[in-house]
């Protein structure tokens, strides 16, 4: 297993556009996150899953984010009509479920969005 | 709310010395874990240690050491023997038993010099 896979690395859209970004967690990891990450700032949360149910999400979620995990491995993150503010680093994240996911989490490279 | 403050935004340690890096958190949970996490330039985060609240012992890894007081709601990450490798920030988070996503603190840039 070659860990958590994120794509594209990088992305550059304009204002308004809608962008897409993929994670592939570690296949026996059964828990998704989704953070975004600004400059200078700590990962902040977004929304986690447990193989193909969204359990939570924050408040930074607007309603122009979608996030799916439509079979329980990959996950997907739309962000529709962005905005110069969704500006960030988008991290994904796995872990096992219950005592494993307290060891900790395995992160991806992330997605840097410029929008522009 | 649970939260986490690295009041020191940027640190300087010459290689080879010793730096310690501070972390206060907040929660009224007293089941907990706690970590720190390195993230390299243009780099993916990677855990360096981690620690269960309900341990007494200081966590070591290698080079890496934590001083853990539960009553102060205090993890300080130490780092020994500093190496140019060690530059990176440096977040402490934590997740409690009834949660499940992690919360961090703002972090901390570390520079190692020669």
Redesign the interface.
């Known amino acids: 297993d070659t860990g958590v896979s994120q794509d594209p690395r990088h992305k550059i859209t304009k204002r308004g556009q809608n962008v897409t970004f993929r994670c592939d967690p570690i296949s026996e990891h059964n828990r998704l996150y989704w953070y975004r990450q600004t400059l200078g700032q700590g990962p902040e949360f977004l929304t986690y899953f447990q193989n193909e149910a969204q359990l939570e999400k924050s408040r930074l979620l607007s309603d122009r984010f979608s996030a799916e995990r439509p079979k329980g491995s990959f996950s997907t993150l739309e962000i529709q009509r962005t905005e110069q503010g969704d500006s960030a680093m988008y991290l994904c994240a796995s872990s096992p479920q219950g005592v494993g996911s307290l060891y900790g989490y395995t992160f991806g490279s992330g997605t840097r969005l410029t929008v522009v | 709310a649970q939260t ?1 403050t ?1 009041s020191q ?1 940027e640190m300087s340690v010459q290689e080879a010395e010793t730096v310690t890096l501070s972390c206060t958190y907040d929660t009224s949970e007293s089941n907990y ?1 706690l ?1 720190w ?1 390195k993230q390299p330039p243009s ?5 360096v240690i ?1 620690q ?1 609240a309900y341990k007494q012992q200081n966590a070591t890894e290698n080079r890496f050491s934590v001083n853990f007081q539960k009553a102060a709601k205090s993890f300080s990450l130490k780092i020994s023997d500093s190496q140019l490798g060690d530059t990176a920030m440096y ?1 402490c ?1 934590f ?1 409690t ?1 009834t949660a ?8 901390t840039r570390l520079q190692v010099t020669l």
Do not use: D, H, N
């Open positions: 986490v690295q935004p874990y970590f996490y780099r993916q985060m990677i855990l981690r269960e977040f988070a997740v038993g499940s996503k992690l919360t961090f603190g703002t972090g």
